[in-house]
């Protein structure tokens, strides 16, 4: 059965930075494009970056220049690394394969994870 599961949320000041970390089980990990995407309450989810099997990335505007987004196929994990961070990052972020190689909306993900909750202090 394929799992994501996402951790390293929590609660930082603005400014500050957290990295989010993916496992994947019960999937040919190497095989699948990795992304973050993130909500909140009454909204869309959100895009926030896709990464290839290749490490080929990309990146919403809002959070190009912050966010790093890597994966170690050989672990099969993918990570976030947010810093200057803000108030308006605050969501829940969650980690999602997908079977397209180009992959920035919700429907091209095929599996998800629970979700990990970030919250950013002004």
């Known amino acids: 059965q394929v799992q994501l599961v996402e951790s390293g949320g929590g609660l930082v000041q603005a400014g500050g930075s957290l990295r989010l970390s993916c496992a994947a089980s019960g999937l040919a990990f190497s095989k699948y494009t990795e992304g973050w995407f993130r909500q909140v309450p009454g909204k869309e989810r959100e895009f926030v970056a896709t990464i290839r099997w290749s490490s080929v990335t990309d990146y919403a505007d809002s959070v190009k220049g912050r966010f790093t987004i890597s994966r170690d196929n050989a672990k099969n994990m993918v990570y976030l690394q947010m810093n200057s961070l803000k108030p308006e990052d605050t969501a829940v972020y969650y980690c999602?394969?997908?079977?397209?190689?180009?992959?920035?909306?919700?429907?091209?993900?095929?599996?998800w994870g629970q979700g990990t909750q970030v919250t950013v202090s002004s």
């Open positions: 999602a394969a997908s079977s397209f190689l180009l992959a920035t909306t919700p429907n091209r993900y095929d599996y």
